[in-house]
């Protein structure tokens, strides 16, 4: 190896040093690539790592959705611009009667009342021309029937104006319209009771009114003949065999004066006019 170098000039030299030179340069070049391709390897295996989670959580979330949407107890529906349902959850094919699969591309104003298809297509002509809410009451052919509903639709989220999707909320208005009934139902049976009960006052002051001038109009009568059984009671000349007579009628007209007078407490009692006037007397005498 001496003699080799010995024998090579300071050219020839000077060129292997260079030779050798490159050549490790070029080692460290290839040295520090592959350590950035596994630096990089490792972001992008980190990056995977990191899409794989958010896909996951993704996943998961629009499998939340998925269930709150099919298993809601609100029938919703997703509309497109001419009223096709795109999509419509359990509870809302239940109130349709018909098959989940079987609504999807169908047009809902086949399942509004044919009174109300005018009203369904200007619901829809309003949600395409705004994005605010947009709220219709109609009514909703069903197994059961006719039911009154409210439409509630609302452009899909993160849609631009010229977006087809509505989601679409049907709200049943039956027990609505029971309670509406139940008090209006209520109304009429409080007026007719407070006409009952205006009719009975009428009713009752006319009969106190009534028992106020029956009682005076006997009363007048027994006055007349309870100062002629007095005027003959004093009279030396009556006959013993009459005075029981006499007797017997005094104690008739004291007891229709008091059967009068029962009548008039009666009336001062609905009236709560009725004054007490405590006195002494013996029980004996009253039994």
């Given at each position: 190896?001496?003699?080799?170098l010995?024998r090579?000039?300071r050219?020839?030299?000077?060129a292997?040093?260079?030779?050798?030179?490159?050549e490790?340069?070029?080692?460290?070049e290839?040295?520090?690539?592959?350590?950035?391709?596994?630096?990089?390897?490792?972001?992008?295996q980190l990056q995977?790592?990191q899409?794989?989670?958010?896909?996951?959580?993704?996943e998961?979330?629009?499998?939340?959705?998925?269930?709150?949407?099919d298993?809601?107890?609100?029938?919703?529906?997703?509309?497109?611009r001419?009223?096709?349902?795109?999509?419509i959850?359990?509870t809302?094919?239940?109130?349709?009667?018909?098959?989940?699969?079987l609504?999807?591309?169908?047009?809902l104003?086949l399942?509004?009342d044919?009174a109300?298809r005018?009203?369904?297509?200007?619901?829809?002509?309003?949600c395409?021309?705004?994005?605010?809410?947009?709220?219709?009451?109609?009514?909703?052919?069903t197994e059961k029937?006719?039911v009154?509903?409210?439409?509630?639709s609302?452009r899909a989220a993160?849609?631009?104006?010229?977006a087809?999707?509505?989601?679409?909320a049907?709200?049943?208005?039956?027990?609505?319209?029971?309670?509406?009934?139940?008090?209006?139902?209520?109304?009429?049976e409080?007026?007719?009771?407070?006409?009952?009960?205006?009719?009975?006052?009428v009713a009752s002051?006319?009969?106190d009114?009534?028992?106020?001038?029956?009682?005076?109009?006997?009363?007048?009568?027994?006055?007349?003949?309870?100062?002629?059984?007095?005027?003959?009671e004093?009279?030396?000349?009556?006959?013993?065999?009459?005075?029981?007579?006499?007797?017997?009628?005094?104690?008739?007209?004291d007891?229709e004066t008091?059967?009068?007078?029962?009548?008039?407490d009666l009336?001062?009692?609905?009236?709560g006019?009725?004054?007490?006037?405590?006195?002494i007397?013996?029980?004996?005498?009253v039994?």
């Amino acid at each position: 190896m001496v003699d080799l170098l010995e024998r090579m000039t300071r050219g020839q030299l000077i060129a292997e040093l260079r030779k050798l030179r490159a050549e490790r340069s070029r080692d460290s070049e290839l040295e520090r690539l592959v350590h950035d391709l596994r630096v990089h390897e490792e972001q992008v295996q980190l990056q995977q790592d990191q899409l794989t989670e958010t896909q996951q959580l993704l996943e998961a979330s629009r499998d939340r959705y998925a269930d709150l949407y099919d298993y809601a107890p609100l029938p919703y529906v997703t509309l497109d611009r001419n009223g096709v349902i795109e999509d419509i959850n359990l509870t809302g094919a239940d109130l349709l009667g018909r098959a989940r699969a079987l609504l999807a591309g169908r047009p809902l104003r086949l399942y509004v009342d044919e009174a109300d298809r005018r009203t369904f297509l200007d619901h829809m002509r309003r949600c395409r021309g705004t994005v605010s809410p947009v709220t219709t009451e109609l009514k909703i052919k069903t197994e059961k029937g006719a039911v009154l509903v409210q439409l509630h639709s609302r452009r899909a989220a993160g849609s631009g104006k010229d977006a087809v999707g509505y989601r679409t909320a049907i709200v049943d208005l039956t027990a609505r319209l029971e309670a509406e009934e139940t008090r209006l139902r209520a109304r009429e049976e409080r007026e007719r009771l407070l006409k009952e009960e205006e009719r009975l006052l009428v009713a009752s002051e006319a009969k106190d009114q009534f028992l106020a001038t029956l009682s005076h109009e006997l009363r007048t009568p027994l006055a007349p003949v309870l100062v002629a059984v007095s005027a003959l009671e004093g009279r030396g000349d009556v006959p013993a065999t009459l005075r029981p007579t006499l007797a017997m009628i005094r104690r008739n007209v004291d007891l229709e004066t008091r059967l009068i007078d029962d009548m008039l407490d009666l009336t001062r009692v609905t009236r709560g006019e009725l004054s007490m006037k405590p006195e002494i007397l013996d029980v004996h005498e009253v039994l």
